[in-house]
């Protein structure tokens, strides 16, 4: 072959080479790393505040889950939240009153559903700006570029992103501190501890057997290791299949879920979803494993399993009577 | 530029050894295809073949679940025969599609998406799955959708390019990519307006055997079977067609006849691959490229040599969709984008080199 | 395959390409179909072997109507070679011949037999072309790439073979490759050969009959000579041409003629005393300047006998091996009394024409304006011992101009019109 071809070759060759190497490198990096951005753990709020003479707040401060410290003019007295999540929180700790807008997909408590709508996926900016909010309460799932936006507009945004049981109390006191309802969300944040001790206590107590569960929010997927719903699972009481998977969010292989014959199963149901216990029975091979044969599938609202705020417990509390009904029956 | 003696591309001028070595390598395709699938059988989460060691069975054991009736059958006979062989079929179907849309186009660059099977398929499973159509038909609901509707959106592609019964495959190549647009942004549409999130329609957009079973195989084995039958034997109608439309009525082949029966068994069995799956892609652009590089072009090598070796290639990518991250699944689309993008590039440089050396 | 278009007609859209065509094509024979651009011929080819379906009329394929034959049929009686042919997919040529054997594979479910890998060779070895047989087609040059197109029609074993333009792209030897091997196969196995052709020469050597067609009606046909005359091509494509016989096939040819007319043309005489081909040359530069030309004293195998007729030129005639006789002479005279100028062309001068130098004196005498063209160094013209020279001398001396290059004549003649 002459030297010019034989040049191209090698050239192709190694063409060929970087771009699978960069493609492989960023899937599989894309995969270990996950989606979610840098929350910060811990269970202490931290702000700061500035009085003036009258004893009127003039300055609040507040450290969100994503570290950053905002900053505001006083108690915020029109709140639009772009999240289910933080809607439900705000509510909770009596701050009611000051949410003018929410998202299509805040609809919990009832009178959430009727203040007015700013948008899904998508932000209705014009609705946001015609309401006129001192702060926007969002959680870890809109996209930055949107949040940016807003900043950019002059209203403040507000991140309520947990991965686990300790941020969630810590999301109830912070937003507290947003509405100064300080007294209902220690009171909130107390209940919901004693609730969740109380489930721990039995169930992680010494001589408690811990049956094999495997939980799916979708169809094959179910919760890795370091996610809120592994932890989920372990308070209440069983052991994780897929915590010795890899990604915090991972599509199981029938196969993984097959070797792995989890004694529980349970599902997630909402309006879309069109699983149920047949399905699941149905999938290859699934027919032989233990929580299909004993017929131990069992569903959980996917609203209460995947919306990391007050009813986050009211799940644990759901899924422990599941996976242990000789304790909570 | 005559032949001489020292010049590399004549020194296989000798055309029996030319097919004699084509038929062998048909020969060593199929065994390719039946060692990869035996690869594949034994590979998986639980072995023997997986990436870590830790709790796998052994190759006895495995011999003994494949063969014998043990605990460990569940996981070849219920999980991996039937993924595997849903695998080859699928694959064997799009490469042998691939084939014939080349050939009709004339195109090396078409797939047999460009009549619109994607986007069409796209929109029926989106219906199903998203906004509930036909949900009394479970987990058929969604497959049964997306075949039907991809071949209505064939059949609008296509008759959008006959005209007073002759077919015209330029403009059906550009209705095809017309078509897609509008039903892709359909697609979108219907998403964003069930309020469905977008990522978990990702594994059926880039195609995945995750759920593959039985039923699958039974349903999508004849067609795709009758379908690349009837390609093959269609092969030398394809040689003719590629030397232009004229040339073909001139050795005898009705190029309209041909058009429209390939155009249809493409549709066919392209819909029944996708229908279940997702769409899958790569397989049936670059696997007929790769075969003309080691058979040459004449179909009736051609197009068995792309049916086997699509089967073996979408094989060997699920297995490693399916094992690459222990015990979870990558969309099969992934893997083959990764082999097919960078095997693209290279063809597209490699023919640039031949056009400047002329 | 003997073919017979009754009355044929057909449109595209609007457009009428064919007008009412009638041709009889007998078996064997080698008919080449030739016209300007537009004129119908691709489209007659095509409605020959029913690819385009005929709006008005018949034609029948060995009596029978060409649209109850099936494709299959079709190709079994028709081979076509279209003016090029390429792919970008790696066929053989191999391939390629062996699509040749189509038509004659009856079932899809059967494979090709020995008969057709025979016919394959066998082709392929008439054309000198199974040396390719296992490279790809897209790597040959033009002209081979033609060769294995034929092979493939050879193949075929058709009866009849439609040829479409096949030299357009090939040099002077590949055109003569490819004609000389479908002359062969006409001529060898009897197969009709249907050419369209657009160089007139190759179809004049080539052709038993030129059917020529202009503006989709048949405008002649009949034998190469008949058809190829320069009146009813001045007609078809609007251009004077000379024809000619070749000395040694004694087919025509074609000459275009100048195509320098001269804008304005002035008409003043001058008469040329020629022969040998001298006159040619200067009768076309003084033809294009614009001036009326006779000549004299010629015999009428000179070729300068047939310059002057082409040019419609009045010539003083003789007939050949005969000395130039009184009349011839006379006639000669009176031409230059018509003309004001004369030229003395370097015309071999013998015996048998001396008298034409005769006739240059009586110019000069008569007061004309007598013009002398050297011949070229080392060009003797005289071939009566000197006395010619010596004519010439004398003439010059006595006020005869000498111009020693033809290109220089016409300044010279230019200055008798002031």
Not at chain 1, 144 to 160: A, K, S
Request: charge should be negative; proline fraction near 5%; hydrophobic fraction near 45%.
């Amino acid at each position: 072959m002459s030297g010019d071809k034989q040049r191209a070759v090698v050239w192709n060759l190694w063409t060929l080479v970087a771009v699978a190497i960069t493609a492989l490198a960023s899937v599989t990096a894309g995969y270990y790393i996950g989606a979610s951005g840098h929350t910060e753990n811990g269970t202490q709020v931290s702000y700061s505040i500035d009085w003036d003479e009258s004893g009127n707040i003039t300055k609040l401060t507040v450290t969100d889950d994503y570290g950053r410290a905002v900053a505001l003019n006083g108690v915020p007295k029109k709140i639009v939240s772009v999240s289910p999540t933080p809607t439900e929180i705000l509510f909770a700790v009596g701050a009611g009153d000051l949410v003018v807008g929410v998202d299509e997909y805040s609809d919990y408590p009832a009178e959430a559903a009727n203040r007015t709508k700013v948008g899904s996926f998508t932000l209705n900016i014009e609705a946001i700006v015609g309401l006129d909010p001192d702060l926007i309460v969002s959680s870890d799932l809109v996209p930055q570029q949107q949040l940016d936006q807003l900043v950019e507009l002059g209203y403040p945004y507000f991140i309520f992103a947990t991965r686990n049981f300790e941020g969630v109390l810590k999301d109830i006191r912070m937003a507290g501190v947003l509405t100064w309802h300080i007294a209902e969300a220690d009171a909130l944040a107390s209940s919901l501890e004693a609730r969740m001790n109380a489930v721990a206590q039995k169930t992680l107590a010494l001589g408690v057997t811990k049956p094999r569960t495997y939980v799916e929010y979708y169809p094959y997927y179910t919760y890795g290791p370091g996610s809120f719903g592994d932890d989920l699972i372990r308070l209440a009481g069983g052991m994780n299949v897929g915590h010795n998977l890899t990604s915090e969010y991972p599509t199981a292989t029938s196969e993984f879920v097959v070797a792995s014959d989890p004694q529980i199963i349970v599902y997630a149901v909402g309006p879309l979803s069109t699983t149920n216990a047949t399905e699941i029975a149905s999938r290859p091979g699934w027919d032989t494993i233990s929580a299909v044969r004993n017929m131990q599938i069992y569903s959980i609202d996917e609203n209460i399993l995947s919306r990391y705020g007050p009813r986050i417990v009211d799940c644990l509390e759901q899924l422990a009577e599941i996976l242990h009904p000789e304790l909570f029956g | 530029m005559s032949p001489g003696p020292g010049d590399g591309a004549a020194a296989v001028a000798d055309i029996a050894s030319v097919r004699r070595r084509h038929r062998l390598i048909l020969l060593g395709l199929l065994g390719l295809l039946v060692l990869t699938f035996f690869l594949a059988v034994f590979t998986g989460y639980t072995g023997p073949i997986a990436p870590v060691s830790g709790d796998r069975l052994s190759f006895g054991e495995a011999f003994q679940g494949l063969f014998g009736h043990t605990s460990n059958s569940v996981f070849f006979w219920d999980i991996r025969v039937p993924r595997i062989l849903f695998a080859g079929i699928v694959g064997a179907a799009l490469a042998c599609a691939g084939t014939a849309m080349q050939a009709i186009f004339r195109n090396s660059m078409a797939d047999p998406f460009i009549i619109g099977v994607s986007s069409g398929a796209a929109v029926g499973a989106v219906c199903a799955s998203v906004l509930g159509f036909g949900a009394f038909l479970g987990s058929l609901a969604s497959p049964l959708f997306a075949f039907f509707s991809a071949l209505v959106t064939v059949l609008v592609v296509y008759s959008l390019g006959v005209v007073k019964g002759r077919v015209y495959v330029d403009t059906v190549l550009l209705s095809g990519v017309a078509v897609a647009a509008f039903l892709g942004a359909v697609v979108s549409f219907i998403i964003y307006y069930a309020g469905e999130r977008y990522d978990r329609l990702i594994p059926w957009l880039l195609g995945s055997f995750a759920d593959a079973r039985w039923s699958y195989v039974e349903a999508a084995a004849l067609p795709v079977v009758a379908g690349a039958l009837v390609v093959y034997l269609y092969g030398r109608d394809l040689n003719a067609i590629l030397m232009g439309e004229e040339t073909a009525y001139n050795l005898g082949t009705d190029p309209d006849q041909l058009k429209k029966v390939m155009l249809g068994v493409a549709a066919l069995i392209t819909s029944a691959a996708v229908a279940f799956v997702g769409i899958v892609g790569f397989v049936g652009l670059i696997v007929p490229h790769m075969m003309r590089l080691l058979v040459g072009a004449d179909h009736r090598i051609l197009v068995p040599a792309s049916t086997l070796f699509g089967a073996t290639f979408l094989i060997a990518a699920d297995a490693v969709a399916r094992t690459a991250v222990i015990g979870e699944e990558l969309p099969v689309g992934i893997i083959t984008a990764l082999c097919g993008g960078p095997f693209f590039l290279y063809l597209l440089r490699r023919n640039r080199i031949r056009g400047e050396a002329k | 395959m003997k073919a017979q278009i009754k009355s044929l007609s057909f449109s595209f859209g609007e457009k009428r390409i064919l007008k009412d065509i009638s041709l009889d094509i007998s078996d064997g024979e080698f008919i080449g179909l030739m016209g300007p651009n537009g004129s119908g011929k691709t489209t007659l080819l095509r409605c020959l072997m029913d690819y385009l379906p005929s709006e008005k009329g018949a034609i029948l394929i060995d009596m029978k109507p060409v649209h109850t034959l099936s494709p299959a049929e079709i190709a079994r009686i028709f081979a076509v070679v279209p003016q090029s042919s390429n792919t970008d997919f790696p066929f053989t040529c191999y391939d390629i011949v062996m699509m040749g054997r189509m038509p004659h594979i009856k079932s899809r479910l059967s494979g090709e037999t020995a008969k057709d890998a025979k016919a394959v060779r066998e082709a392929m070895e008439r054309t000198d072309t199974w040396r390719f047989s296992g490279r790809l087609f897209s790597e040959l040059s033009g002209g081979e790439r033609q060769r294995v197109i034929i092979a493939r029609a050879i193949a075929q074993s058709p009866k009849a073979m439609l040829l479409d333009e096949p030299t357009v792209y090939l040099d002077i030897s590949g055109q003569l490759e490819v004609m000389d091997l479908v002359k062969k196969l006409n001529q060898e196995n009897g197969i009709t050969i249907v050419a369209v052709l657009h160089e007139v020469n190759l179809a004049a050597k080539y052709c038993d009959r030129i059917a020529l067609l202009n503006d989709g009606r048949l405008e002649a046909i009949g034998a190469p000579q008949d058809v190829l005359t320069p009146e009813t091509i001045k007609s078809v494509y609007g251009v004077d041409v000379v024809v000619r016989k070749d000395p040694f096939t004694k087919a025509v040819y074609v000459m275009p003629r100048s195509t320098t007319a001269p804008v304005h043309r002035h008409g003043t005489r001058v008469h040329l005393l020629c022969g040998g081909g001298s006159g040619g040359p200067i009768m076309r530069l003084l033809h294009d300047g614009g001036y009326g030309i006779s000549a004299g004293v010629l015999n009428v195998l000179d070729s300068d006998y047939e310059n002057a007729n082409d040019l419609h030129i009045p010539v003083a005639a003789e007939i050949p091996f005969s000395q130039i006789s009184q009349e011839a002479h006379a006639e000669n005279l009176r031409l230059i009394d018509e003309s004001p100028a004369i030229v003395v062309c370097p015309f071999p001068v013998g015996p048998g024409n001396f008298r034409n130098l005769e006739a240059a004196r009586h110019a000069l005498d008569s007061g004309k304006r007598v013009l002398i063209v050297r011949p070229a160094t080392g060009q003797g013209i005289d071939f009566v011992g000197g006395k010619a020279d010596s004519t010439i001398k004398e003439l010059i001396s006595s006020g005869a101009i000498e111009v020693p290059e033809e290109q220089q004549l016409l300044s010279q003649l230019s200055e008798i019109g002031r």
